[in-house]
């Protein structure tokens, strides 16, 4: 059972799939209903990080990409326009709720190198401090694959252990980690808790040949592979409902909760 009085710093994981519609286009209705919670979130007083997606995505609709580019070069161009556009709207959605954000752009350098490691730990704290909410991505624009997570479950988790946070809500494009498959098993149900990442769990993620694979529940395993190692509390819930943090940091969950 999660303890609302032990959740005083919180990193939220959102993917592309809801912060954008079909059309690649920005999802406005889910971010501005992000960046309100999120801000009287913090307002209660807790330290609030955003770990977003979509600068790929996004940047692909403003170049008017229709399929995602193979070629390296053309996808870091379309993460340098897309987080731009991201951090824009950010920056204009928390300030309607009177919010400072700051931006930051890591590799896995930054958190895996003690001397650069320690850095990035220094800024987070000042911009805590100082009272703003950073927002992460990867640095996807000059970074190449060996020094990338290259998924942003991994980063939000080394990010959570990274400023020592007590709570990392992922919010996916399903409910949770479910006991089978819910596309072919109408009678699947969602796994309530998870206290350690077993071969089982891992097999329901996609491991070992089941076709559970798809909605990215393998980097989200191993995020919480990396939670569990720190002992931070992790959910696995829908982006379709942002407004259940508000039960999640209350205590109840709804979705899938990774805790010792
Ligand atoms: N960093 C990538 C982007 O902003 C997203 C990676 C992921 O979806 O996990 O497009």
């Known amino acids: 059972m999660l303890k609302p009085e032990n ?21 406005l209705r889910h971010i ?24 790929i995505g996004v940047g692909m609709s403003k170049l008017g990409m229709t399929i995602r580019p193979k070629e390296l070069r053309y996808k870091q161009a379309a993460a ?3 987080q731009c556009e991201l951090m824009h709207i950010y920056d204009k959605f928390f300030l309607d709720y009177s919010q400072v954000v700051g931006q930051i752009l890591i590799t896995k350098s930054d958190i895996v190198e003690e001397n650069r490691r320690e850095k990035v730990e220094n800024t987070f704290e000042a911009l805590f401090e100082l009272g703003a909410i950073p927002v992460v991505n990867e640095n ?9 997570f290259g998924d942003n479950d991994t980063l939000s988790a080394e990010v959570a252990a990274l400023v020592g946070a007590d709570l990392l809500i992922i919010f996916s494009d399903i409910d949770g980690l479910y006991d ?16 350690e990442i077993n071969d089982d769990i891992r097999a329901l993620a996609g491991g070992a040949g089941t076709k559970l694979g798809t909605g990215g529940m393998v980097t989200k395993i191993h995020a919480a592979e990396v939670c569990f190692e720190n002992d931070i509390p992790m959910v696995i819930t829908n982006g379709a409902k942002l407004e259940n943090t508000y039960d999640i940091i209350a205590g109840n969950v709804p979705g899938t909760l990774f805790m010792k």
């Open 140 to 148: 996807d624009t000059t970074g190449v694959d060996e020094i990338l």
């Open 80 to 82: 340098s326009v897309g």
């Open 32 to 55: 501005e209903t992000l960046t309100r919670v999120l801000s009287d979130i913090k307002n209660m007083g807790l330290d609030v990080v955003l770990v977003t997606s979509g600068a």
């Open 180 to 195: 089978c498959d819910p596309r072919e098993n109408g009678d699947a149900k969602i796994i309530k808790r998870v206290t």
């Open 7 to 27: 959740i005083k710093r919180i990193v939220i994981k959102i993917g592309t799939s809801t912060l954008t519609h079909r059309t690649g286009r920005l999802d």
